[in-house]
């Protein structure tokens, strides 16, 4: 389930640098979902939106290295819901 894939991409970004780069320099929600299809993920853009509510503030920033992307910061990923 995508759902699952996009946690465990979460745990991955959240212990290599690399992909927290990679995060940071994502300019949309296309280029965020191949990032994790090229480290093995299969998620999509609809399934980041939706766990945005599920997931807290601090799981996102521990997955972004603690700083969150510019495409996270731009899109709202680091607000609290309403």
């Excluded at 853009?45 to 997931?55: I, N, Y």
């Amino acid at each position: 389930m995508s759902e699952e894939q996009l946690k465990a991409f979460l745990e991955k970004v959240k212990a290599d640098t690399s992909l927290q780069e990679k995060l940071n320099e994502a300019a949309d929600a296309d280029a965020v979902v191949e990032i994790a299809k090229e480290a093995g993920f299969s998620i999509t853009a609809e399934d980041m939106q939706s766990s945005t509510a599920e997931l807290s503030d601090e799981e996102l920033e521990e997955a972004a290295g603690g700083t969150g992307t510019q495409w996270q910061r731009t899109r709202g990923w680091n607000r609290r819901p309403c």
